[in-house]
């Protein structure tokens, strides 16, 4: 019988990776293909190409999952469609009052970004309930047509639909939204209480209008992407990863593709969990280091950080997403002097196209790759197992220029680079641990992504981490991490009470009947009835508290709920008060279609280090540590299993490269992880 596959790919902005599982061995198989912005699908079939070059066949990949930063490139470069917008007369302009906070309360010359809907199309019609449900004004059909003819005249691509309290009544909103697909046919429609039915106005109507902005091009992504899988014979549905980690199916993305915001980044969080906690990692911190950004997140005791509520680009997103940090530190970083003469790297960059002035594509601007090339902590003839030709000459050439400009060396001008990308990649990792009041020194930094591990071992010395985990290939992390995530969404309904015996009979109530739309849901993806599980949630607070605390758990049992209650509030605020009064805010179900692939360990590798070792080369390994040095180079593909190395050394692969610092030592575990650690003389 013929072997199944399963891939999962990640579109980067400067890289888009695959990464293929043989589901008869396990064995793991990986894959990179620049990225191609104008459409990353077309990158994405480069890859497929190369998949079945290599003697994939396509009939038999049973599972292609994708994560990508398509919907947060559109919102940071402002490329959605022109989106309408309807809401309750009274209302126009909650997106422009926003909570009425400065980003910086002293930085007067920094503004909010302008709503994604411009005010002449914030129409207002008439209709009103209370929050108890009660109808205070009908709601006015012929208004609704009339903003209709309004919208189709000013050639909208999108409409979203906003009514006050719809979160928990929603009768109004779905039959404006039935008049409106009528009168705008094959337009869009975005109503609040499908997209985030949760109270607080200004989060629910910024992510139904920021879901409405992406619909249209997203929708058009998703068609090119299926069609090209199918084109080239993969007969599997292709799915997605949205934010929380999970998958779901590409008519889910076409509808709410607010929900794909950090859908790589979710899927590198996801397999780097498992990978660190099948380590003996519970608690970690992952760093993924790409051309473009630097993304961290949190791992305590094996689980990824979670978060209600995040800016994208400026605008809030409130749904479940992987509570991810990202900074403008990648690779393709450029470095730049500013008006007082200081040295900068980012945020911005190179990106795929024109990139590093080291890959010759036409970059002019020297980047972070490039100090890394002068410095030969990269290889200086190619990348990508020599797929990639590099010019090291001209990387010194454009960070000389530099130099000159701030009167330093070629030297000092590629270390300052480096070291300043490092403080700002360590500045990250504090922001989400040490300032959380995580101790660091029982936490292991997992690098993956194209440059995380050639910077890994000096921002943990930068941080205060004493492990360092670079996971097999670890430029397509994301891609496994696509492979290791399961088909969720979540569902909720607000319901704001103080707890007692009739407001938990509600809450029973709305938990049996989002139980039943969550099964449907399961159903309609695909899943098999012993594939099907529910995680119930009641996000809670104390009466007088402005936010709530999330509670998983036996909901079903009140005296249970208010005990769990109780420890989760002690974790987050560090108290509890037993008589004081709790409030309900939201119920939630998780609904998870388990069908993500087992993490296998693989057969252990045989061979030895000096079979391993294909030479030397000098290094700069920073000034601090002594500037050049002679480093031994090695192959991590014949890296034995149980193999421990000293640094200075460089240890390169198809998809990254791994840099040991004098006083390093790295050895590879069972998993085929480096596990760096620093000799306790030098911790």
């Given at each position: ?103 910086h309360l002293y930085d007067y010359s920094i ?27 009908p709601l006015d059909e012929v208004g609704v ?306 440059a995380g591990p050639l910077h890994a071992a ?226």
């Amino acid at each position: 019988m013929q072997a199944q596959y399963r891939i999962g790919v990640d579109v980067g902005g400067t890289f888009t990776d695959l990464s293929v599982i043989d589901e008869a061995t396990g064995e793991l198989y990986h894959f990179k293909t620049p990225s191609t912005p104008h459409d990353p699908s077309e990158a994405i079939e480069n890859g497929l190409n190369q998949v079945i070059a290599a003697g994939f066949d396509p009939a038999y990949v049973a599972h292609l999952g994708h994560g990508t930063t398509v919907a947060t490139n559109m919102i940071i470069e402002r490329k959605g469609t022109l989106t309408g917008l309807i809401t309750t007369k009274g209302f126009r302009d909650v997106l422009e009052i926003a909570r009425q906070q400065r980003p910086h309360l002293y930085d007067y010359s920094i503004h909010r970004p302008t709503p994604l809907v411009e005010r002449w199309l914030r129409l207002e019609v008439e209709e009103r309930f209370t929050a108890d449900g009660e109808e205070l004004t009908p709601l006015d059909e012929v208004g609704v047509r009339q903003t209709a003819a309004q919208l189709r005249k000013a050639g909208v691509g999108a409409v979203a639909v906003c009514f006050v309290h719809a979160y928990r009544h929603d009768a109004h909103e779905r039959r404006a939204g039935e008049i409106l697909r009528e009168e705008l046919p094959g337009v869009p429609i975005s109503l609040s209480c499908d997209v985030q039915p949760e109270f607080r106005e200004f989060e629910r109507f910024s992510t139904t209008v920021m879901n409405a902005y992406l619909t249209p091009r997203m929708a058009g992504y998703l068609d090119r992407l299926m069609n090209c899988s199918a084109s080239l014979g993969v007969r599997a549905s292709p799915h997605t990863v949205h934010s929380n980690g999970g998958l779901m199916s590409m008519e889910t993305a076409k509808a709410y593709p607010v929900r794909t915001c950090l859908s790589g980044p979710a899927a590198g969080v996801v397999g780097a969990a498992q990978v660190a906690s099948a380590a003996g990692f519970r608690n970690a911190v992952t760093f993924d280091v790409g051309g473009t950004s630097t993304d961290v997140s949190l791992i305590l005791n094996g689980r990824g950080a979670y978060t209600p509520l995040r800016d994208v680009a400026g605008y809030p997103v409130r749904c479940p997403m992987v509570d991810v940090h990202v900074i403008g530190a990648g690779g393709g970083s450029i470095a730049w002097v500013d008006d007082a003469g200081a040295l900068k790297a980012g945020p911005h960059s190179a990106g795929a196209l024109p990139g590093p002035v080291g890959y010759m594509r036409g970059g002019t601007e020297p980047t972070i790759t490039d100090a890394n090339l002068h410095m030969g902590r990269l290889n200086p003839v190619a990348l990508l197992g020599g797929a990639m030709p590099v010019d090291r000459a001209a990387a010194t050439r454009s960070v000389t220029q530099i130099a000159t400009r701030i009167g330093a060396s070629p030297d000092e001008a590629a270390d300052g680079i480096i070291r300043i990308a490092v403080a700002n990649m360590a500045r990250a990792i504090r922001s989400i641990s040490i300032e959380r009041g995580c101790d660091v020194k029982e936490f292991a930094l997992v690098a993956f992504g194209g440059a995380g591990p050639l910077h890994a071992a000096f921002v943990a010395e930068e941080v205060g981490i004493p492990a360092v985990l670079v996971p097999e290939a670890p430029g397509t992390m994301c891609a496994r991490g696509v492979l290791l995530s399961n088909i969720s969404r979540s569902f909720v309904r607000s319901h704001v009470a103080p707890l007692d015996d009739a407001s938990w009979r509600d809450i029973l109530e709305q938990t049996r009947a989002m139980t039943a739309e969550a099964e449907a849901w399961l159903i309609g993806e695909g899943v098999e009835r012993p594939l099907r599980a529910y995680v119930r949630v009641i996000e809670a607070r104390y009466v007088g508290q402005n936010f709530e605390v999330r509670v998983e758990g036996d909901i079903m049992n009140r005296a249970a709920f208010i005990g769990a209650f109780y420890q989760v509030n002690e974790e987050v605020y560090g108290y509890h008060v037993e008589d004081r009064e709790i409030e309900i805010v939201n119920v939630r179900i998780e609904a998870i279609g388990q069908t993500a692939a087992s993490l296998e360990q693989p057969p252990p590798r045989p061979g030895s280090c000096e079979e391993a070792r294909i030479g030397t080369r000098n290094v700069h390994m920073g000034a601090e540590a002594g500037g050049w040095a002679e480093a031994s180079v090695y192959d991590r593909e014949k890296l034995p299993s149980g193999a421990t190395i000293a640094g200075p050394a460089v240890v390169e692969e198809l998809t990254a490269t791994t840099v040991l610092p004098k006083g390093w030592t790295a050895s590879i575990d069972a998993w085929r992880n480096i596990i760096l650690t620093r000799k306790a003389s030098e911790a």
